[in-house]
T-cell receptor, first 112, second 114 residues
């Protein structure tokens, strides 16, 4: 099975600071999702990356997929308390019936 | 478009009791997933259905967990008997086709076993 390793496992930043979360796969990434979760709640889709070198942005969040490194990064610019939560990377599997595997998550705390 | 519906939202049971969770996926979504998320960890896939057939249940503790999706729409996940370590959030997700399409998640059911 494909392993997804996220780093760091937790992150505490001051409001206004930039931050980056990484997701590294043990195998070639065919596609990757980023989700955000508040504990005990469902997951909120952030973005999906499918092509090597692809980069997508939504508001102050930018995600990149580096296929050669089997890695994706999620960057938040000028963080706000509303960005706090658990960020999860999620392997798209690569096949029509691919097994979807999560990273272990990164807990983000933003202090006002 | 209605999202993935799960019920109940919260459940507290004693160990050795039984519990069932229900999931109604988005209309037209053939693939349905059940995940278990223990506090501090990422979600773990328990079972994946394609229509009413099981694609992957390799991480489902089959001695106590069971799941079905009889008509290829709604699904039920059951735990019998529950153990303390089953305390977790159980997430249901669905997608149009598995793999490279976006999966939509329900709000989850938070189970506490005491």
């Amino acid at each position: 099975s494909q392993e997804l390793e996220q780093s760091p496992q937790s992150l505490i930043v001051q409001e206004g600071k930039n931050l980056t979360i990484n997701c590294t796969s043990s195998k070639t990434l065919y596609g990757l999702y980023w989700y955000k979760q508040k504990y005990g709640e469902g997951l909120i889709f952030l973005m999906m990356l499918q092509k090597g070198g692809e980069e997508k942005s939504h508001e102050k969040i930018t995600a990149k997929l580096d296929e050669k490194k089997q890695q994706s990064s999620l960057h938040i610019t000028a963080s706000q308390p509303s960005h706090a939560g658990i960020y999860l990377c999620f392997n798209a599997g690569g096949t029509s019936y691919g097994k979807l595997t999560f990273g272990q998550g990164t807990i983000l705390t933003v202090h006002p | 478009e209605a999202g993935v519906a799960q019920s109940p939202r919260y459940k507290i049971i004693e160990k050795r009791q039984s519990v069932a969770f229900w999931c109604n996926p988005i209309s037209g979504h053939a693939t349905l997933y059940w995940y278990q998320q223990i506090l501090g960890q990422g979600p773990k896939l328990l079972i994946q259905f394609q229509n009413n057939g099981v694609v992957d249940d390799s991480q489902l503790p089959k001695d106590r967990f069971s799941a079905e999706r009889l008509k290829g729409v709604d699904s039920t996940l059951k735990i019998q008997p529950a153990k303390l370590e089953d305390s977790a959030v159980y997430l249901c997700a669905s997608s149009f086709v598995g793999g490279n399409t976006e999966a939509f998640f329900g709000q989850g059911t938070r189970l506490t076993v005491v």
